[in-house]
């Protein structure tokens, strides 16, 4: 793998939630709070798809290849990113959709500064996992190859396209300028290539641990869907809607990760 293949994987997901926040521009106040639903929905069912394909599998895969146990390290590995993600959504200030209590330590940030962190969170761990599988291409330490991860970022992309809009959309509604709902929307997924920078270079340092890599990452990833998405695609009383996004996210994340996996 390229350098510029490498640098060009990490952005694709960026560019995804840079797309989604440009809905930002194409739609009015009214039609902005009646899709928020049906993208929860849709990104929640890529996250699980590639939480289970794209890195609990390759988990279980390669501590078998190695001689270990194989859900030894998934289980361990899954239940550290969910409790990591617990800290974070602890004691990081944010806020989420149709909620006026701020959660995380006391803060003075404004509304839409802890709307944005809401969505920052939900990042870090996709980051995680594109950074995961990239580092395990470069080392040759699973069966995994460019075309996996190209997968992996592609179905990110995909499902930030929603996320993106999960922001911009809401503020919007709320009343705030294009301009500014479509900044905040964008800034948000700016964190998911640090994270999978970060994590390519830990990786590195702790080449023994990498199925418990890949599975902390897909537990990180299902904490933001079980704590966050699936609640806030459900609050209306008609449920069908976010449930079909859900069903259309999964099969197509899951198409993506075993047709070119």
């Not at 909620?99 to 709307?115: A, H, K, N, Q």
């Not at 900044?183 to 590195?204: D, F, K, N, Q, R």
Request: net charge negative; glycine share 10%; charged share 10%.
């Amino acid at each position: 793998m390229t350098p510029l293949q490498i640098v060009t994987i990490l952005i694709i997901p960026l560019c995804g939630t840079v797309l989604g926040s440009a809905s930002a521009l194409l739609f009015g106040e009214s039609t902005a709070s009646k899709m928020q639903k049906t993208l929860l929905g849709f990104a929640s069912g890529v996250m699980v798809a590639a939480a289970v394909w794209s890195l609990l599998i390759p988990a279980i895969e390669f501590s078998e290849q190695s001689g270990g146990i194989g859900w030894l390290p998934a289980s361990v590995g899954f239940l550290c990113g969910m409790a990591f993600m617990l800290l974070l959504d602890h004691f990081t200030p944010h806020l989420h959709l149709d909620s006026d209590t701020p959660e995380g330590l006391p803060s003075s940030l404004g509304r839409s500064t802890m709307l944005m962190l809401a969505v920052t969170l939900h990042n870090i761990p996709e980051g995680m996992a594109v950074g995961v599988v990239v580092a395990g291409t470069l080392s040759g330490q699973a069966d995994l190859g460019v075309a996996a991860a190209v997968a992996l970022a592609a179905g990110m992309a995909l499902q930030n396209i929603p996320e993106g809009a999960i922001i911009s959309l809401p503020l919007r509604a709320q009343g705030a300028s294009r301009a500014k709902s479509f900044g905040y929307g964008a800034l948000s997924g700016i964190v998911e290539p640090l994270s999978a920078a970060v994590t390519i270079l830990l990786v590195e340092q702790l080449v023994g641990i990498f199925p418990y890599l890949l599975a902390a990452a897909a537990g990180a990833m299902i904490y933001v869907v079980i704590e966050e998405l699936i609640p806030e695609s459900h609050q209306d009383k008609h449920s069908n809607i976010p449930t079909i996004g859900f069903a259309i996210g999964f099969v197509i994340m899951m198409v993506l990760d075993t047709a070119l996996g």
